[in-house]
């Protein structure tokens, strides 16, 4: 199981934590990854953390604003929100896989275990 915890209402040009919390199977091998969905729109990616090579891979938007990292002591996943803009609103979702592809990385339907979602609102 995963939990996400951390949203909330944050400035534009703030910054804010979200945790993903696993249980049951350690994140330490799989890869780990952050997607959102505003209202109306399909679920997007924002960046995975990649056991096997050992990379992160960010979506374009969030480059150099958004740090995914991770605590395998914790088997906990962290996603540092700087410097977010109203156009990051979204409920974010963290999501876990034990063999996904390089090439597959960036589509839910890659991903085996999905947490509940948490609210992200920026305000401008």
């Known amino acids: 199981q995963l939990q996400a915890s951390g949203g909330g209402l944050v400035q534009a040009g703030g910054s804010l934590r979200l945790s993903c919390a696993a249980s049951g199977r350690t994140f330490s091998s799989g890869t780990v990854g952050w997607f959102r969905q505003a209202p109306g729109k399909e679920r997007e990616f924002v960046v995975a953390i990649r056991r096997n090579d050992g990379r992160n891979y960010y979506s374009d938007s969030v480059k150099g604003r958004f740090t995914i990292s991770r605590d395998n002591a914790k088997n906990t996943v962290y996603l540092q929100m700087n410097s977010p803009k109203p156009e990051d609103t979204a409920v974010y979702y963290c999501?876990?896989?034990?063999?996904?592809?390089?090439?597959?990385?960036?589509?839910?339907?890659?991903?085996?275990?999905w947490g509940q979602g948490t609210q992200v609102t920026v305000s401008s």
């Open positions: 999501a876990a896989g034990w063999s996904i592809i390089l090439s597959s990385i960036s589509y839910p339907a890659s991903y085996d275990y």
